[in-house]
């Protein structure tokens, strides 16, 4: 069982930035990977991004360029750096993980709302 703490959400005006983290109860060295989902009121949960134990990420299209996902194994933590946010970003967003022996655990999400 993994539990994830996160934080970091708020109302900004479009422009705007924000830093969201998660601190997850396991070692991030026993995790696969980490990242960030997110549903607009009336969607589907969406992919934002994620980050492996390697490093490496991976970001929705919409997204790219604009949001930064990081990791800080010493703290067991993931963030997502959201910059130039626009109106369409308004979702909770919900932090990720996906252990090595194939399990995913949600957080209970964090509201993230963009003003035009």
């Known amino acids: 069982q993994v539990q994830l703490v996160e934080s970091g959400g708020g109302l900004v005006q479009a422009g705007g930035s924000l830093r969201l983290s998660c601190a997850a109860s396991?070692?991030?060295?026993?995790?696969?990977?980490m990242g960030w989902y997110r549903q607009a009121p009336g969607k589907q949960r969406e992919f934002v991004a994620a980050?492996?134990?390697?490093?490496?990420?991976n970001y929705a299209d919409s997204v790219k360029g604009r949001f930064t996902c990081s990791r800080d194994n010493a703290k067991n933590t993931v963030y997502l750096q959201l910059n130039s946010l626009k109106p369409d970003d308004t979702a909770v967003y919900y932090c990720?993980?996906?252990?090595?022996?194939?399990?995913?655990?949600w957080g209970q999400g964090t509201q993230v709302t963009v003003s035009s």
């Open positions: 990720w993980v996906l252990t090595r022996g194939g399990a995913n655990y």
């Open positions: 396991r070692s991030s060295s026993s995790l696969n990977a």
């Open positions: 980050i492996a134990s390697s490093g490496s990420t």
